[in-house]
């Protein structure tokens, strides 16, 4: 330890004490009398000395300061060990200033430089906005458009560069001056709405759309746009946050659309997917139930309470509830566990017992238990075409996912035209299931596939929220089942198909979650597996398509061997069956190709498909072992080209998507024409397939129908997986994957690489990557929340999750799943910033109900705010902080002695 503190060596950075000290400008002592000073060994002697001695003069020292100001400084000085510390004089000398010195001025004549941030481009002139190429291309666009002011291509190509070369707001008024020219074009209305939902506040939104909405009531008035306007107009007012004005305006849009086709259901799934992400369930179930009891026969649906579980369910609550009180962790996070044991609990309203009480207790809680007069406005009879899209939809509503994740059949089923996507879909953690399920095509060291089962388990882990039906617990897996059941009871024919086929997806992509060397898991999956088989037994028919789904079943419960069986024998049965459309034989061919693994599985698989080509006959397992004859290929191409010419020759003359609701669920989940392009794709050599690749990129900039947008959307998904094969997959993905920016396999084989590789579109000059729609912005974003997850958060892995989704969020898509996402990386990184992501989620989506509880997890101090604002908006809260709290202690005073 030195004796002066202003030369002690410190290595502390924190430890920063900095002192000015004054100096005479002569001091009274000189350095000769300083000398005899020291010399002298008594007091008398030193008064001698001083009084004898006289001023001998000192020349100046080289050292001269040029100020009376020095500092002791125990950062900087890491001690001048050759100074004396005898008498206080000796110091060292400072030569040079440290820039963090404290009282340093700085030097008049530099100035402050800004940074490239700082400048807004709203304030630059014409000049220096754009540079010399983008001015040109700029005026050249303006021109072309004077031209041909109907050319809608080229008014999306402008609106597109205004977005990435400008903003969003001249984007946003490209597209108006669009709409103004091209009144009917979905496509324009579209890229406006989206633009819009990046640049105006909901309630200016809100505004605007009624303003259209008025404009388009006309006794002529078309009834896809009525619908389409009605239907986003219920989505705005819902990202508004006020229940009771959506239960309003989703009565008035009843009430004008009640003579439109198929309105009914889209309408009731707007309202309903609000009340999801609100947290009334249990109003939400009665209502499903009550419109199932109206427009379908008795059944299975819904199931009778269970007693017994009902009890035991309540007493587990109880017993978790009474854990987490007597845990002594903190308030906030008490209440955050007690709000999702609660939440995943009572999910249904109780049963009514006798005199109509429940037989719960519910008393204290009034949403517990809501009345059918509640929801009686949304109580309608549908029409006997629309009931398959009415139990599609309330299979949605029970979150189950649209599978396959491709943009046809989002088109095909949503007639709101969102440019974006579906909201409703990107808000819960169950989308992540279509992720998980179109990341099994992908080659096995894609980072959207490298952690396997256990990673995308842990991934969802984190994002579903309660209720779910990943377990039985509480009752909610088996009310989904029963919905199924019905749902194949009250269709027929194709309609029953299809549904089949989508239960079958269903439970293949919860299969994949699943690791059969654990015990439990095995259990399960051998449940899945019993139950696909009874589905079958009852519903599949003579149809060999739903045997082919349950051919992919097989391989991720009981292995290839078993689904290369069952996948085989589904195929034969459709190449013996002359009533087989050709579209089926080959989505089993292609099944077939998939289930079977190794070079014999290639085998099989260009046997399977050449054979269901040309319709033929598959030969013995023995052979298909071996390569088929080039003979055999090149006649099942020339068939595969000869009967896409005739596709794209219905195509060009104006063939459409079917009008009546049970035709569409039937055309977007099962087979079509487009198979045809993905047989080719599959048997077409690498030149070949660069030719195609170059037409789909040509054709996609057209405006398409939906059949046409579906037939170049399979033939861009069959192109990238061929180029799989030949480790390629990532160059054609990323040709492809801006042109169907709603298709989850195209989105995923972009993800997990360079920025520069990946398939979304180029950045702007201020705002990164474009994200267009919810599917492209959460593909992006699920390989580093994949290997987040499986490494439990590492800082590394949670800092770079973090990078990921600020990237995704800068266009507004990815919904309320990517703030979810974004909130737990940031509250998991190495410097947490949970704060910021959860304004932004809270602000952007008001109604999410898991936004706020997810908060109070993470911001512990804003727990009693963001419990208070659950009540203030109408959303759904189980349990009140104030109930939670410990009971206050005792008075510890005395009583007054009397």
């Not at 096995?444 to 396997?452: F, S, V, Y």
Request: hydrophobic content about 45%; some cysteine.
């Amino acid at each position: 330890m030195s004796l002066f503190p202003a030369y002690a060596q410190d290595s502390s950075e924190n430890n920063v004490d900095q002192e000015v000290v004054c100096m005479p400008e002569s001091s009274s002592v000189t350095l000769a009398q300083e000398a005899q000073l020291l010399e002298s060994e008594s007091d008398e002697e030193r008064q001698t000395a001083a009084s004898a001695v006289s001023p001998v003069p000192v020349e100046p020292s080289s050292c001269q300061l040029n100020t009376d100001e020095y500092y002791l400084d125990r950062k900087f000085d890491c001690g001048n060990l050759r100074v004396s510390t005898l008498y206080y004089p000796g110091r060292p000398q400072y030569e040079t200033q440290k820039r963090a010195a404290v009282g340093l001025r700085k030097s008049e004549g530099r100035g402050v430089k800004r940074r490239y941030f700082e400048v807004s481009l709203d304030v630059l002139p014409d000049s220096l906005m754009f540079d010399e190429e983008l001015a040109v291309r700029n005026k050249a666009y303006r021109q072309m458009l004077t031209d041909q002011p109907t050319d809608e291509a080229l008014w999306l190509r402008f609106i597109e560069f205004q977005e990435r070369c400008r903003d969003a707001e001249a984007a946003m008024v490209a597209a108006e001056s669009a709409r103004e020219r091209l009144p009917n074009s979905s496509r324009i209305r579209g890229a406006l709405y989206r633009l819009r939902s990046r640049v105006l506040v909901p309630r200016r939104r809100l505004a605007l759309l009624r303003e259209d909405l008025a404009k388009c009531s006309k006794p002529d008035q078309n009834t896809e746009l009525t619908t389409e306007l009605w239907l986003r107009l219920l989505d705005t007012v819902a990202q508004c946050g006020d229940g009771t004005e959506l239960e309003e305006t989703a009565a008035a849009a009843l009430g004008a659309t009640r003579a439109f086709p198929s309105a009914y259901p889209h309408i009731l799934y707007v309202y309903g997917g609000y009340l999801r992400s609100a947290g009334l369930w249990e109003r939400l179930v009665l209502l499903l139930e009550l419109v199932a009891s109206m427009n379908f026969p008795p059944g299975v649906f819904p199931p009778a309470p269970d007693a017994e579980r009902l009890e035991r369910v309540e007493q587990e609550l109880q017993d978790t509830e009474d854990k987490a009180i007597a845990s002594g962790l903190p308030l906030s996070t008490v209440w955050v566990r007690v709000e999702r044991a609660r939440a995943a609990a009572h999910w249904r309203a109780p049963p009514l017992g006798e005199g109509g009480a429940a037989a719960l207790d519910a008393g204290a809680d009034p949403q517990r238990t809501p009345l059918a007069a509640d929801v009686a406005e949304l109580l309608l009879p549908a029409r006997a075409d629309d009931a398959p899209l009415l139990l599609l939809q309330a299979l949605r509503l029970a979150k189950v996912p649209l599978l396959p994740a491709a943009g046809y059949v989002a088109a095909a089923l949503d007639p709101s035209n969102d440019a974006m996507g579906d909201s409703r879909w990107a808000a819960c953690g169950e989308a992540l299931l279509s992720l998980v399920r179109a990341a099994r095509r992908l080659p096995a060291a894609h980072p959207a596939r490298a952690h396997g089962a256990a990673g995308a388990r842990a991934l969802l882990a984190h994002f579903v929220d309660p209720p779910h039906y990943f377990t039985d617990d509480t009752g909610y897996l088996t009310w989904v089942s029963s919905l199924w059941e019905a749902g194949c009871s009250w269709t027929s024919g194709a309609a029953r198909v299809a549904i089949l086929c989508w239960r079958l997806r269903w439970m293949h992509s919860l299969l994949l979650l699943l690791d059969t060397q654990e015990e439990a898991d095995a259990k399960e999956a051998r449940r899945i597996r019993s139950e696909a088989r009874l589905a079958l037994k009852r519903w599949a028919g003579s149809s060999p398509l739903p045997f082919a789904q349950f051919a992919r079943l097989e391989q991720a419960a009981a292995g290839p061997e078993h689904a290369r069986r069952a996948g085989l024998q589904a195929l034969r049965a459709a190449l013996r069956d002359r009533d087989t459309p050709p579209a089926h034989r080959l989505y089993i061919a292609r099944v077939v190709g998939e289930v079977c693994s190794g070079a014999a599985g290639d085998c099989a698989g260009a046997w399977a498909t050449a054979c269901s080509a040309l319709h033929r006959d598959l030969p013995d397992d023995e052979q298909l072992a071996t390569p088929p004859p080039q003979e055999l290929l090149d006649a099942a191409l020339s068939q595969c080209e000869t009967e896409c010419e005739q596709v794209e020759a219905q195509l060009e003359s104006g063939e459409e998507c079917p009008l009546q609701a049970d035709a569409r669920l039937v055309w977007a989940l099962l087979p079509s024409g487009a198979e045809w392009g993905a047989a080719r794709a599959a048997l077409a050599p690498a030149p070949r397939r660069a030719q195609l690749v170059r037409r789909v990129c040509r054709a996609a900039e057209a405006p398409m129908s939906i059949p046409a947008a579906r037939y170049h959307e399979q033939g861009a998904c069959a192109l990238a997986a061929a180029a799989a094969r030949e480790h390629g997959a990532v160059h054609t993905a990323r040709a492809l994957a801006p042109l169907f920016a709603h298709n989850a396999y195209l989105a995923l084989a972009c993800s997990g690489t360079s920025l520069w590789w990946s398939g979304v579109r180029p950045a702007n000059p201020t705002g990164g990557p474009v994200f267009s729609t919810h599917v492209c912005a959460l593909s992006h974003i699920y390989p580093a929340l994949l290997r987040a997850a499986a490494s439990n958060w590492q800082p590394q892995d949670a800092a770079r999750a973090v990078a990921a989704c600020g990237r995704a969020a800068r266009s507004g898509a990815g919904g309320p799943l990517l703030h979810v996402a974004r909130l737990e990386a940031e509250a998991r990184a190495p410097r947490p910033r949970p704060a910021p992501a959860l304004l932004t989620a809270v602000d952007d989506y008001p109604h999410h109900k898991w936004s706020y509880v997810r908060g109070a997890a993470w911001c512990g101090a804003e727990g009693g705010a963001l419990a208070d604002a659950l009540l203030e908006r109408a959303l759904r809260l189980h349990a009140l902080r104030d109930e939670l709290a410990p009971p206050p202690a005792p008075p510890t005073d005395t009583p007054l002695q009397q």
